[in-house]
């Protein structure tokens, strides 16, 4: 690993590369291993696409209107070319490996390359000619990018993302992920404790585990090593590093989570008191049909565990509005099971079909788009009233948090985030990006804790 490769090159003699990145924080993240392994090739970030001499999309393919936002982008890219004809212009990630070829219908772009082949990417520009374009779809059983060590692009120098697997072996009915990331894969914990011990030395005091499932995340021993680790192991070791530094993870599935986590994250008080627990559904007949392999009831038991370990401990959810078959009585499940929960906050979509998952090729898309828009709707407009429930709650607790800096509505007064994961906004007592201050409070709306900094 490359200790000191860790922020971005700046030298204008080199030829520089811009990259967009769309999607899920795993695409964050590899967008920094795409950087490093160009930064490597002489090539230096740049963040004026009329700069660059190659432009890569690192795509996200979830939901047909990610897509669609990325084709448009394509039409952005292409007038470049229009400009200055040497330019490359690559898509990578999800939408390259679900798309493949398709990509290159027309000459649309340059280079397609796949999740698991950014280590390609060198050579792939290299051979690029006019006529002929590049593509490296290849899914990996091993790549996890282990040995690579990101180029931070992030700009506050304080959190960074970690990923410890790579792709999903849970075929939830209405997902693509498993056909774009491929087959579930842990990445060696030594390299992972380097790249976290590396942040830390260099600064950071917040970083976040990634995967897709890290309940999953498994090491199996190898021959000379002592025991396998548990992504609750894996967790002990990072948070073990320093008090000083925060761990966080997602995303969380409640299926696998276990008690073993759930009590590591009450034993060490820098592992942040939040869970990102995607519920999907709150009928049980949706879920299985979904495939996730738990009902309602064992949802709201994983909750009520974790609630009980850990009384404070922020939970937030990712919900789907109108899949194939859901009846308004399903949808009632829904906003009963989050008006019980009181999630802090959640993300909230319309069913997509994806082309190629199961349930494309099972379930007919039978909700009206307007009537999953109203479900939708209706989903929101609960979870704005559970969020400001969920903050209320907090009036007049005391927290610890991490100054991320200037909060955006009054450059006079400084942001952060508590442990539960809740934004933060308080007077500046002088505390730079990074510090630890202790904050009370005062007010809240249904996205903000408004509080008062007790230093
Ligand atoms: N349609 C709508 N939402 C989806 N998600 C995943 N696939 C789809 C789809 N086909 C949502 C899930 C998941 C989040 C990352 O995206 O809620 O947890
Ligand atoms: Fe991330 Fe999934 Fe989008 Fe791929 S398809 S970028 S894994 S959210």
Same mark, same amino acid.
């Given at each position: ?21 769309y999607g899920c924080?795993m695409n ?31 795509t996200c393919s979830i939901r047909e209107n990610a897509e669609q936002?990325i ?22 990630g999800c939408m390259a490996e679900r798309l493949k070829?398709k ?11 796949g999740p ?21 779809v290849?899914l ?27 792709g999903c072996n849970n075929v939830c009915s209405y997902c693509v992920v498993p056909y774009t990331r491929g087959a ?28 897709q ?9 190898? /021959? ?10 894996? @967790? =002990?070791? &990072? *948070? $073990? #590093? ?38 999907q ?6 879920? /299985?049909?979904m495939r ?7 949802? @709201? =038991?994983? &909750? *009520? $565990? #974790? ?13 789907i509005?109108?899949f ?25 979509f319309?069913y997509s079909e994806r082309p190629g998952t199961l349930a494309s090729r099972?379930?007919?898309d ?90």
């Amino acid at each position: 690993m490359d200790i000191n490769n860790i922020k971005p090159l700046i030298d204008p003699s080199r030829p520089k590369v811009y990259i967009e990145t769309y999607g899920c924080q795993m695409n964050v993240n590899d967008s920094e291993v795409i950087l490093s392994i160009l930064q490597k090739e002489g090539y230096v970030l740049t963040e004026d696409m009329d700069q660059a001499n190659i432009i890569l999309a690192n795509t996200c393919s979830i939901r047909e209107n990610a897509e669609q936002r990325i084709w448009g982008r394509i039409d952005q890219f292409r007038l470049q070319k229009k400009k200055r004809q040497d330019v490359i212009i690559g898509i990578v990630g999800c939408m390259a490996e679900r798309l493949k070829d398709k990509l290159l219908d027309g000459h649309q772009v340059d280079i397609v390359a796949g999740p698991d082949s950014y280590r390609s990417l060198p050579q792939l520009i290299r051979d690029v000619t006019p006529d002929s374009p590049q593509i490296n779809v290849l899914l990996s059983h091993e790549e996890t990018y282990a040995d690579i060590s990101p180029v931070r692009m992030d700009k506050n120098g304080i959190s960074a993302f970690i990923s410890i697997m790579r792709g999903c072996n849970n075929v939830c009915s209405y997902c693509v992920v498993p056909y774009t990331r491929g087959a579930e894969r842990s990445r060696d914990p030594k390299t992972i404790l380097r790249e976290a011990q590396e942040l830390y030395s260099n600064g950071y005091k917040e970083i976040t585990l990634l995967g897709q499932n890290v309940d999953s995340y498994l090491w199996k021993a190898e /021959e000379g090593e002592e025991a396998s680790v548990n992504f609750a192991q894996l @967790l =002990e070791m &990072v *948070a $073990k #590093i320093s008090p000083e530094l925060r761990v966080r993870f997602s995303t969380s599935h409640p299926k696998d989570i276990s008690d073993e986590v759930i009590y590591t994250m009450a034993a060490y008080p820098n592992i942040c008191k939040h869970i990102h627990l995607p519920v999907q559904s709150g009928s049980s007949s949706m879920l /299985e049909k979904m495939r996730r392999k738990y009902d309602r009831e064992w949802y @709201l =038991e994983r &909750v *009520a $565990k #974790i609630r009980s370990v850990i009384p404070d401990c922020g939970i937030t959810t990712d919900v789907i509005a109108g899949f194939c078959g859901e009846t308004l009585e399903d949808h009632a499940d829904t906003l009963s099971l989050m008006e019980e929960v009181v999630f802090d906050s959640a993300f909230m979509f319309a069913y997509s079909e994806r082309p190629g998952t199961l349930a494309s090729r099972k379930y007919p898309d039978d909700i009206p788009y307007e009537e999953k828009t109203r479900r939708l709707n209706e989903i929101i407009a609960l979870q704005g009233r559970m969020s400001l429930k969920s903050n209320e709650r907090d009036l007049g607790k005391e927290f610890e948090v991490l100054v991320e800096g200037p909060s955006k509505k009054n450059p006079d007064e400084l942001c952060g985030r508590a442990s539960n994961n809740k934004m933060c906004v308080f007077p500046s007592h002088g505390e730079k990006p990074g510090d630890y201050t202790h904050v009370k409070v005062e007010s809240v709306t249904s996205a903000t804790l408004i509080c008062s900094n007790l230093g």
